[in-house]
Nanobody
Framework: QVQLVESGGGSVQAGGSLRISCVAS????????MAWFRQAPGKEREFVGG????????YYSDSVKGRFTISRDRAVNTVYLQLNSLKPEDTAVYYC?????????????????WGQGTQVTVSS
């Protein structure tokens, strides 16, 4: 069984930066891709961005492109989300997810494993 644990969330003022991490544990962890989603109160879970595990190709939603960066370190089974130029509308719980096969980045049902989430709060 795979477990994903996020960390690094917190509160920051608009324009600030944060880096959140997601560590995977469990035997034979070798996903096809990892992704970050977020969910604000009263809203649906939203795709933020993702990265292919083997070759590190990234893909971002338009709302974060140019501000957020995803990277991974396969040696320690960790994926990172660097959040820059944060805006109040970025406030949400951020989740990492792992998918075993290829597919649509934004389709939540394709991700077999999810973390518990970490809160990011951006004040104006």
């Amino acid at each position: 069984q795979v477990q994903l644990v996020e960390s690094g969330g917190g509160s920051v003022q608009a324009g600030g930066s944060l880096r959140i991490s997601c560590v995977a544990s469990g035997r034979t962890f070798n996903p096809n891709r990892m992704a970050w989603f977020r969910q604000a109160p009263g809203k649906e879970r939203e795709f933020v961005g993702g990265i292919t595990w083997s070759d590190g190709i990234t893909y971002y939603s338009d709302s974060v492109k140019g501000r957020f960066t995803i990277s991974r370190d396969r040696a320690v089974n960790t994926v990172y989300l660097q959040l820059n130029s944060l805006k109040p509308e970025d406030t949400a719980v951020y989740y990492c997810a792992a998918a075993q096969g290829p597919g649509l980045w934004s389709r939540t049902r394709q991700y077999a494993y999810w973390g518990q989430g970490t809160q990011v709060t951006v004040s104006s």
